[in-house]
């Protein structure tokens, strides 16, 4: 008979090609075979625990990326200039994966690898190394906000971060990432086996790593978001928002406000850091918001034991907790842009009460809490507006109310007054004066003019850079610091609300209150002070399918959570206070709402009539009690929760210039993988072998099947 040959040689090709392409694949056999698979003997997966991102404003980007086919180095660890000097100019073998300790992670060795970058592959940062930076060195501006607030100008003047180096603002062309001790001891075990140099100089085989982190965002905001809008179903970037929290003492919104008469206490809750997993800025400004805390406790106190009646005696107390702030002033702009122009704050319709808007100018006092963990001696500053202008006299009672309870306190505070000469600190503050000069506004920090922290938007500002508790009974110099500028502050508002003098005297703050929540957004996010404001679910099930241990700082990677960070409680881990976008659900927002809640509002003893989606006077909570067991308990309290991005995105301009563009770029799953190479002369060698075979066996086949009818005939 005859026998097609060719064929059957052609079936057998294709399978064993079809053979190879499986077992190379790392996604196709499944997790429990892939083990097994060639694809598992040539790479070795090293997991991630954070990495920088891009991100886009109305004229740029920042932050860190690769192409499509991702970067490849050859592994080499830095410990000193010598091998900074390596990897940028004399080692042998470039691109080099630099891995580097957070000692290292400055902006004098990032801003070499940048030169060099054709050198640089990319970077490695072992981030379980505690102890400080050799350089004191802060990764953002030196005139934070600088083009958003109430002076803009193109000069940087005053200099408030004179450690800024700004590298959390350029565009780095190589990825970063960081890696758990885990990781980086593999990863330094193969280095120490292939790639340790030997009189300066490595030899093959080599140990490389390949790093993949697509960034689909690109150029600036207008570009991306305009790719959006033009081709139907594209997806880049997204602009930063998420909650944040505003409410009152006593409802506000059931006052008529004719003239400037709410006191108004603010702090911001967002931060950031160049990696902002990793973002849990401890003087800026945690100290600030923990200290609104306190002193909300303490009006609270006051307030539950009827010592301030119904309220109706008082002007109103109204209290604020600025997302996004650390992005152009992001939360402030917003709730500003939402007062004017027509609109309404605060927007509550659909409740069974009526309700009256307000906007900057009912405001009559505005004292806000910014860095406060680094006062030298007790030592604060009250930077004060309005000082040669018709409100004078209301600042300056502001500012003399503020002095003599913190002097009470044991404090001082230092009177740094805005004029030609001297401006305002970075502050929300500044968003609100930009339309109402009417406001008498006090921002209290741990400075008069730079900054006193030098990590201000580094992973370094920390809770042992600041002397927080690392026990929350443990009793620190800051944390009794914060609890006499909290009593200060609450005091102060109800004076200037029209208390009685005797009944201002009884407000004070709790130092165990401070203590535990230092500790707790500083240390340890699953402390049991965080945990009793949660339930179970919001615990374990509402993020579970995001987690990814052993990492410290888990990161959501994968569906079904999306293509951006979620943050979630992680034991002995502080937690990240970046602002993030729409889809990601951080935590804090729900700790800050709860804990204003807890602070503000008084415990309802019959739950019966609570409806959570129902009368806006009342929450409704399942938390857990002291036995970790689910309870649901109904609290009286007028705080709110709302959405905020920046005005840019909801007028579609996004090349604004009045307001904050900030956009986080989509991404493909960052990741990375270490391999072992023989010789880049071995690599050709195989390759064109590889090559030669494939030719000849083509070309044998050809014949074969040319010849076949005369090779196999029939005898």
């Known amino acids: 008979r005859d026998f097609d040959l060719g064929v059957m040689m052609g079936r057998c090709f294709f399978a064993l090609l079809t053979f190879l392409a499986l077992d190379l694949s790392p996604g196709v056999l499944g997790d429990t075979a892939q083990r097994d698979t060639l694809y598992r003997k040539i790479y070795r997966a090293i997991g991630l625990r954070d990495y920088c991102v891009r991100l886009t404003n109305a004229t740029h980007t920042i932050g860190c990326g690769t192409g499509d086919g991702g970067t490849t180095g050859t592994i080499h660890f830095v410990e000193s200039e010598h091998d900074v000097n390596y990897v940028v100019s004399s080692g042998s073998h470039p691109p080099y994966v630099a891995a580097i300790g957070l000692d290292m992670f400055n902006s004098h060795v990032m801003r070499q690898f940048i030169a060099a970058s054709h050198r640089v592959a990319g970077v490695l940062i072992n981030g379980t190394r505690q102890h400080y930076s050799q350089n004191d060195d802060s990764p953002s501006l030196r005139c934070p906000n600088q083009n958003y607030g109430l002076y803009p100008q193109k000069s940087c003047s005053p200099v408030w971060n004179n450690n800024g180096s700004g590298l959390s603002f350029e565009s780095i062309p190589f990825p970063v990432f960081v890696l758990g001790g885990e990781d980086l001891a593999t990863v330094r075990q193969c280095y120490e086996a292939f790639n340790a140099p030997v009189n300066d100089t490595a030899s093959y085989p080599l140990c490389k790593v390949n790093m993949q982190a697509f960034m689909y965002a690109a150029k600036d905001t207008p570009t991306c978001m305009r790719k959006e809008n033009v081709i139907l179903g594209t997806h880049s970037c997204d602009p930063l928002e998420n909650p944040q929290v505003w409410g009152s003492l006593f409802n506000v919104t059931l006052r008529s406000l004719d003239e400037p008469s709410i006191v108004f206490l603010a702090a911001k809750m967002d931060t950031s850091a160049f990696f902002h997993q990793l973002a849990y800025g401890a003087d800026n400004d945690a100290t600030g918001m923990i200290t609104l805390f306190a002193a909300l406790e303490a009006m609270g106190k006051l307030k539950r034991n009827g010592q301030l009646g119904n309220g109706s005696s008082l002007q109103p107390i109204v209290f604020t907790f600025f997302n996004g702030e650390e992005w ?14 027509g609109r309404q704050f605060p927007n509550i319709g659909g409740h069974n009460e009526p309700y009256q808007n307000f906007g900057p100018g009912n405001i009559n006092y505005f004292l806000e809490l910014r860095q406060l963990g680094l006062a030298s001696g007790g030592m604060f500053y009250g930077h004060r507006s309005m000082v040669n202008t018709p409100r004078h006299e209301a600042s300056q009672m502001l500012f003399d109310a503020m002095q003599n309870h913190t002097k009470q306190s044991g404090l001082e505070l230092i009177e740094v007054t805005e004029n030609n000469n001297t401006q305002l ?9 930009k339309v109402s000069k009417s406001i008498a506004g006090l921002v209290v920090t741990d400075h008069e003019k730079e900054f006193a922290n030098k990590f201000y938007g580094s992973v370094f500002d920390s809770g042992s850079y600041v002397g927080a508790p690392n026990r929350p009974d443990m009793s620190t110099e800051l944390a009794r610091n914060l609890t006499n500028v909290a009593t200060a502050v609450a005091r102060t508002a109800l004076e200037l609300a029209g208390a009685e003098s005797d009944v201002v005297q009884k407000a004070t703050a709790d130092e165990a209150t401070v203590s535990s929540l230092l500790y707790c957004f500083l240390y340890n996010s699953n402390c049991t002070y965080f945990r009793r404001l949660l339930d179970s679910d919001d615990q374990r099930n509402k993020l579970g399918k995001c987690l990814s241990f052993p ?13 951006h960070v979620v943050f979630v409680l992680v034991p002995g881990v502080p937690l990240s206070r970046y602002i993030s976008v729409d889809g990601s659900t951080p935590f804090v927002e729900t700790i800050v709402n709860r804990l204003a809640v807890r602070m503000s509002g008084f415990l309802v003893d019959n739950d019966t ?14 938390m857990q009690d002291s036995t970790n067991s689910d309870i649901t308990q109904c609290w009286m309290a007028y705080v709110y929760e709302y959405t905020v991005k920046s005005p840019a995105f909801s007028e579609d301009n996004y090349g604004s210039h009045q307001y904050s563009t900030w956009a986080e770029s989509v991404w493909d799953d960052p990741s990375a993988r270490m391999f072992v190479v023989s010789s880049d002369y071995i690599e050709n060698v195989t390759l064109g072998v590889g090559c030669l075979v494939l030719v000849v066996s083509f070309a044998l086949v050809f014949l074969v099947t040319r010849r076949v009818e005369k090779v196999f005939s029939e005898q």
């Open 551 to 563: 990492f410290s700082v888990p990161a959501c990677l994968s569906a079904p959570c999306g293509s």
């Open 425 to 433: 600190p970075p502050a929300s503050l500044q968003s609100f004066l």
């Open 609 to 622: 009539a609570c409806d959570d989606d129902g009368d806006y006077l009342q929450k409704k909570f399942t």
């Open 328 to 341: 152009d002033y992001i939360g402030s702009s917003r709730m500003v842009y939402d007062m004017t122009g």
